[in-house]
């Protein structure tokens, strides 16, 4: 499929460049709609342009990081916008960390200001923070109506706008800096530009054929690039209507796709599956449904025969990126048969490479396993403030090495057979044992700790926990589970804790992963 010229017209392809572009073109129509309150896009525009006065006030010079800790909401999307106007670089956190985590992430980035919610699921993240040094932080701004002095409301913000001058921002410019857990433990900001933002996603939206008469419910979360760029980004690209949701409950969302007439629907396979068994669908009327967009290491060809045959999509798709490609580096077509939809995931965009090597990093003929590398316009930079890891990453010759294991075709379809060395997914969250581990050491009767992902029917995969105490501590199951949903977000936390003696390892002291998956 072509790439799509209905943005040609940009003078720049920045975001602010596109919010004003879409403003003009759209005006009064609705661009996003919550339960309480619609934006138009010419709202999108001023409310953004106001925020963004108000925050180059507080200081925010260009390059500047500027952190939201937020579920899907209309005002995170402004936040977002007036981010990028005031030349500023958007840190997203994801709402499922705690305090620990997210004071990790707005260290790293350095970030000055952080819009946050004080009430979400009985949460104040606020709250989450205040025992946890923060030396760069200087403002924290509330999307709720609250009365805490030392933090101000985007209400006020959004008003009216104070004089300042408004930098001008390049294609080449920081727009986001998204963090990434990796397999050493410690997550790691990948640096994202204006131009790749859109680019990337000017082709993903007009290649699954989104366009300005659908109805778009965002489920993945706006801290993931699926949710923010794929989702609020892709659809104001497109002059779509999109419907933020902050929380994923199934019935809710049939009800919704039954009264708004959702028409794009993308989501990780648990959703679809949980749409698929809940009674509801032989009461309500989806049949808006027409785009549907997955991907995992594998999906049931039965999921992608449902979703077209039961649920009505006209057409499913299944894509394969990482935050370090913008997103996206491989796509099927609408046209793909089901078998292909759900055991490949497509080949590569325009102007993007793919090829699989051998552990030698020797090209590997077709039909043969290797590490799967990625070259293109859309590989980042590099890792924030961290060039010893973008070394490791990318090699001289531009290649991104994913450290994911695939099978490429002669056709050049991408068969993903293995994650990242040790990686597993929960519910459509990556999970990474290194981190896990690095939280759990932090227990202070805990000396060794190895985590592996275990099979689990409504999760895909979940956690368990191989632990080693110090001498003479006690500690047992329940209390550790307990301990840790309060120090990491509830996907990462261990289902399951075995208490041994000691961890298998090699000659190198390295534990030997593959031996404890074996006794599970």
């Known amino acids: 499929m072509g790439e799509d010229t209905r943005l040609k017209s940009l003078t720049k392809l920045t975001i602010p460049d596109l919010i004003r572009h879409q403003a003009k073109n759209y005006s009064s129509k609705p661009a996003l709609i919550s339960d309480d309150e619609t934006l138009t896009f010419s709202d999108l525009d001023k409310l953004s342009t106001n925020i963004a006065s108000h925050i180059i006030n507080l200081g925010i010079m260009p390059g500047d990081r500027v952190a939201i800790w937020a579920p899907n909401m209309n005002d995170w999307v402004l936040a977002g916008i007036s981010i990028h106007k005031a030349g500023g670089v958007l840190v997203p956190i994801n709402t499922r960390m705690k305090g620990k985590e997210a004071a990790y992430i707005l260290n790293n980035a350095e970030a000055k200001i952080l819009f946050s919610v004080k009430t979400f699921l009985g949460t104040n993240y606020f709250k989450l923070l205040e025992n946890e040094e923060l030396p760069h932080l200087q403002h924290q701004i509330s999307f709720d109506e609250n009365d805490l002095s030392d933090i101000k409301s985007i209400e006020s913000l959004k008003e009216d706008a104070l004089e300042a001058k408004f930098p001008e921002i390049k294609e080449s410019d920081m727009a986001d800096i998204i963090f990434t857990s990796g397999t050493t433990g410690k997550p790691k900001g990948v640096i994202s530009t204006h131009l790749q933002n859109i680019k990337v996603f000017d082709y993903w939206s007009s290649y699954i054929g989104l366009n300005e008469k659908d109805q778009y419910l965002i489920v993945n979360p706006f801290f993931h690039t699926f949710g923010y760029k794929a989702g609020w980004l892709a659809s104001i690209m497109r002059g779509a209507t999109a419907y933020p949701c902050p929380v994923f409950d199934a019935d809710k969302i049939i009800e919704m796709i039954n009264k708004e007439k959702i028409s794009m629907l993308p989501g990780p396979p648990t959703l679809y599956q949980s749409i698929l068994t809940s009674n509801l669908i032989e009461t309500m009327d989806i049949s808006s449904l027409r785009l549907g967009v997955t991907g995992a290491a594998s999906i049931p060809v039965q999921l992608i025969k449902d979703m077209k045959e039961k649920l009505g999509f006209d057409t499913v798709i299944t894509a394969y990126g990482l935050t370090e490609s913008t997103g996206v580096v491989t796509m099927c077509t609408p046209d793909d048969d089901y078998e292909t939809i759900a055991t490949t995931s497509g080949f590569a965009i325009a102007d993007v490479e793919v090829k699989c090597v051998n552990q030698d990093?020797?090209?590997?003929?077709?039909?043969?396993?290797?590490?799967?590398?990625?070259?293109?316009?859309?590989?980042?930079?590099?890792?924030?403030?961290?060039?010893?890891?973008?070394?490791?990453?990318?090699?001289?010759?531009?290649?991104?090495?994913?450290?994911?294991?695939?099978?490429?075709?002669?056709?050049?379809?991408?068969?993903?057979?293995?994650?990242?060395?040790?990686?597993?997914?929960?519910?459509?969250?990556?999970?990474?044992?290194?981190?896990?581990?690095?939280?759990?050491?932090?227990?202070?009767?805990?000396?060794?700790?190895?985590?592996?992902?275990?099979?689990?029917?409504?999760?895909?995969?979940?956690?368990?926990?191989?632990?080693?105490?110090?001498?003479?501590?006690?500690?047992?199951?329940?209390s550790l589970i307990k301990w840790s949903k309060e120090n990491m977000a509830n996907y990462k936390v261990p289902r399951i804790i075995e208490f041994v003696q000691e961890l298998p390892t090699n000659a190198a002291g390295k534990i030997m992963k593959y031996l404890l998956k074996d006794d599970s």
């Not at 070394?391 to 994650?419: F, P, V």
């Not at 992902?453 to 080693?468: L, Q, S």
């Open 361 to 478: 990093g020797q090209d590997i003929p077709a039909g043969k396993p290797g590490e799967i590398l990625v070259r293109g316009y859309n590989i980042t930079q590099g890792y924030f403030n961290n060039p010893e890891a973008t070394q490791e990453a990318i090699d001289d010759d531009g290649w991104l090495h994913t450290g994911d294991i695939g099978i490429l075709d002669e056709n050049g379809y991408i068969k993903i057979t293995d994650r990242c060395k040790d990686m597993f997914i929960v519910g459509g969250f990556n999970a990474y044992p290194a981190e896990i581990e690095n939280i759990l050491c932090d227990h202070p009767s805990i000396s060794q700790a190895a985590v592996i992902g275990i099979e689990d029917e409504r999760m895909g995969e979940v956690a368990k926990a191989f632990v080693v105490l110090k001498p003479d501590q006690d500690l047992n199951s329940d």
